[in-house]
Every structure is written in structure tokens, then in C-alpha cells.
């Protein structure tokens, strides 16, 4: 078992920048790879950006890719989502996640977070 829990999130203005982090404890994953999402209600969950845990590869959503960053800390078990120039319809629950492969499906991912609020004023 994987256990994943998001923090960071908060109200923000236009143009902020915020940085949403992943605790992940239980069972080894060397071989996951890492992945934060969004979702608003009545919206489909939408793939941001991934990284592979073992070897730092990243994938991004072209919607945050140049604002949004993901990294990794192997030594704590912890992951990030630095975002710059944040946008009113950046809005939304964030969540990580954790699965066998880097995919933009959330189908792919079996452990997730229980999400947390980020909110961008104009």
C-alpha cells in the first residue's frame, strides 16, 4: 500500500505563486512514477504534469507546461508542484497520485491523495 497526502493548498491572487507538496509513506516505490491532477465539479479530472520516481523524468500538460513544475525528493518521499503565474481558471482540487507508468490517464494511477483546495482570485 501507498499512502499519498497533499498540502499546500490555499487563496491566492493573479499572478501568485504557490507550491503544493505530496507526503507519500508505505511500500517502496522506486519503480512509480508521481503525478499531479485537477479537478473542478462537474469537470473530468485533468492530467498536469508526472515524474518517475526512480530517474526524475518529467511529462507536462501543455495548459501548465513553462508555469507549472514538478520535482522530487527521494531522500524525504515527498513531491512538488511549484506553479507560477497563476490564473483564476487554475482553480481547483489538486491531487497526487502514484502509479506503474507516466500516463495523462487517471485510470493509470492507483494511489491517490485526498486532494487539496487551490483557489485564484482575479
Known amino acids: 500500500q501507498v499512502q499519498l497526502v497533499e498540502s499546500g493548498g490555499g487563496l491566492v491572487q493573479a499572478g501568485d505563486s504557490l507550491r503544493l507538496s505530496c507526503t507519500a509513506s508505505?511500500?517502496?516505490?522506486?519503480?512509480?512514477?508521481m503525478a499531479w491532477f485537477r479537478q473542478t465539479l462537474g469537470k473530468e479530472r485533468e492530467f498536469l504534469t508526472a515524474i518517475t520516481w526512480r530517474n526524475g523524468y518529467t511529462s507536462y500538460a501543455n495548459s501548465v507546461k513553462g508555469r507549472f513544475t514538478i520535482s522530487r525528493d527521494n531522500a524525504k518521499n515527498t513531491f512538488d508542484l511549484q506553479m507560477n503565474s497563476l490564473k483564476p481558471e487554475d482553480t481547483a482540487v489538486y491531487y497526487c497520485?502514484?502509479?506503474?507508468?507516466?500516463?495523462?490517464?487517471?485510470?493509470?494511477?492507483?494511489?491517490w491523495g485526498q486532494g487539496t483546495q487551490v483557489t485564484v482570485s482575479s
Open positions: 497520485a502514484a502509479g506503474p507508468m507516466v500516463s495523462s490517464t487517471p485510470q493509470r494511477y492507483r494511489y
Open positions: 508505505g511500500r517502496t516505490f522506486s519503480d512509480y512514477a
